[in-house]
């Protein structure tokens, strides 16, 4: 397995790959553009190229990509589907450029349509994107904190979206804290082996490409994503050594998207998996 950090944007690429790799990372997660905006901004081939060039010497693969937040493939508004939906092709084909495996996507809110409806438009919606999207990149749904109207908090849901189209087209991203706020025990060893058991048994463990390990502020089942450093939330460490040491592939990406990001806080959240091993 490789531990990295979601990589802020402010300070340069070249800089912040350094910085992450001076720190213990061995791979990283960033966002393509402006996380909160619809416009992905320009990236000439040439700097892309430049960009790839040094996260192979650096040895940060795999480079994993976060969507922007506002994509929402579950919306009944039109006009903020068809920019959802542009913007996570865009997303796509810029992730191609960076030679990236992955694209995590927040699920969606069906904003009081139900939850049904919902996630038969979001299979829909990503059933038009597969024509296009580039097939070296494949689309991973991340589960939520289950707050509001948001889908994917239930391992079910993501189970149903997966479920509608060929195994291997579709991929997962687990976020602890996302997890532990929708009901999901992380809190000791057997704890962590009935949520894997469940996962695997409506989910499957081949799908999931990747965690987002975060500690959190709330309690289980609370239904907010608050991020907390690990060890300083409700999460046990316990939990989390229960969850590195789960016989993962040797490639496989544990990101840490934890308060404070970019600061002196990376390092010391990295260290604290480190032990764990």
């Known amino acids: 397995m490789r531990f990295g950090v979601h990589m ?3 300070g340069g690429f070249k800089k912040n790959l350094e910085r992450v790799s001076s720190i213990g990372c061995r791979t990283i997660q960033i966002f393509p553009g402006n996380p909160t905006g619809w416009k992905m ?4 081939d040439s700097e892309a190229a430049k960009r790839v060039d040094l996260i192979d010497q650096l040895d940060l693969n795999p480079l994993v990509i976060h969507s922007a937040y506002l994509i929402n493939l579950a919306t009944s508004n039109k ?3 068809v920019k959802s939906k542009n913007l996570l092709d865009q997303t796509m084909e810029r992730a191609s450029l960076y ?3 992955y694209v995590i996507l927040h699920t969606g809110n069906h904003g009081g349509q139900g939850v049904e409806k919902g996630l038969a438009q979001i299979i829909e919606n990503i059933g038009e994107g597969l024509e296009k999207w580039p097939e070296s ?6 589960n939520t904190a289950g707050s509001g109207t948001a889908l994917g908090a239930n391992f079910k849901e993501l189970a149903e979206i997966l479920s509608a189209f060929p195994r291997g087209r579709l991929g997962t991203c687990i976020d602890t804290a996302h997890a532990w706020a929708a009901g999901y025990d992380f809190g000791s060893e057997k704890a962590v082996e009935k949520v894997m058991a469940e996962f695997d048994n409506t989910v499957g463990m081949d ?3 990747c965690i987002h390990v975060n500690d959190t502020k709330v309690e289980c089942g609370a239904r907010v994503d608050r991020h907390a450093h690990i060890g300083e939330g409700s999460i046990s460490l316990d939990g989390f050594a229960a969850i590195i040491n789960n016989g993962w592939p040797k490639d496989f990406p544990f990101i840490l998207e934890t308060p404070e990001n970019g600061t002196d ?3 010391v959240n990295l260290e604290k998996l480190s032990e764990m091993i």
């Open 137 to 142: 990149v494949m689309l991973l749904l991340e």
């Open 79 to 81: 006009e903020f589907l």
């Open 265 to 267: 806080w990376d390092r």
């Open 207 to 209: 799908n999931l490409k």
């Open 99 to 101: 030679r990236s495996p």
């Open 41 to 44: 901004g320009k990236l000439e």
């Open 8 to 10: 802020p944007q402010k």
